[in-house]
């Protein structure tokens, strides 16, 4: 009896260190939402009209804009309809509905890979809340420009353009762009969308992870065979290193994936990225990841909020696709993280330019947005409060 006592007492223990045993309340996700719509008033006056916020860097208190060619260049827009759906708040509205136009010539571009982050996220998003029929066209149009960048031989799109250092690389970050297409092949586009998008990321499965479920950032093809021709991590650590935003982007890509499909090898794919994560020894108490999982100078390594972000939307998907106890854990681990988010790494009243949150990494290898505030992260951040209170209050 005294051992079985004692093992029931560790399994507790070991319960409890999982994640959060509380919900969040309503009233906290709509003070964080209230909190962004008072960040963003400053963020608007702080950007110019022409231009989007990218990024800022408080130690060199620089903060950076840039054109709508921007792979970023959507996310600020669309946080701005995430803060509108949950604020009603006439003003933000009024400056979301000015960034759209400016953002609309972007449903031609085929310069690389993103622009599902730059039309659906901004557009996409606007839809969702409004179901404006200007705003589809536009997500229809940018589809079609996103086909154009599919190479049959390799059964993928091509995310960079051919360099010096690669012939036709494939990012784990571009699954994030087939939400555009699998969106638009059901919404009214050319069934071929769905297609391509399917045969990209089966490509992705086959080749991108490791065998502990992993993936590198950049697997690189010969466009002419496509067969494989080096796997890299461009923006992690080392190449066999698991760059944390990019099992973010493995993990939501793939979850984003089954709910349009329901075609299971991708959920399976989703729950083992997923445990890779989560069950991590590297992982914080908080769940928000080092920028690497196997970066040497952890625990002091930065951390990256964005991918936490990111992170914690994908699990409460997920959860939404699962069941028991599996279920309890991912909400139980996005609640950490969204409690994490919403504390240590939120942004003081007034500050970082209006920022929402801190404390994320773009490029670390590169020296590039090391510890600042970036509009992505904020992105994700009020994707998973307004996916907490729809599927979990």
Known sequence: ??????????LLIFLASCGSSTKISRKTIESNEKFAAEQYKILAK???????PVNYDPEKKAF???????WT?????GSLWLIYKATNDPVIKEEAENRLKLQENIKYFTDNHDIGF???CSFGTAYDITKKPEYKDVILTAAESATKRYNNNMKAIQSWNKSNRYQAPVIIDNMMNLELLEWASQNGGDKKYAEIARNHANTTLRNHFRRDNSSYHVVDYNAETGAVAKKVTHQGFADESAWARGQAWGLYGFTMMYRFTKDKKYLDLANKIAAFVLD??????????????DVPDIPNAKRDASAGAIIASALLELAQYSSGNLKKKYVSDATTMIEALSTTY????GANKGFILQHSVGHLPGKSEV??????ADYYYLEALDRYKRWVL
């Not at 260049?73 to 827009?77: A, I, K, V």
């Not at 020894?281 to 999982?293: H, Q, S, V």
């Open 280 to 293: 991590h020894p590297n992982l914080p108490k908080d769940k928000i990841p080092y920028w690497d999982f």
């Open 371 to 376: 510890d600042v505030s970036l509009t992505y």
């Open 46 to 52: 702080n950007t110019p009209p022409y231009e989007m």
């Open 64 to 70: 950076k804009v840039g054109k709508t060619d921007w």
């Open 118 to 120: 730059m039309i659906f």
């Open 73 to 77: 260049s959507g996310f600020y827009p």
């Open 1 to 10: 009896m005294m051992k079985f006592n004692l093992w029931c007492f560790a």
């Open 346 to 349: 939120r942004s003081a009243k």
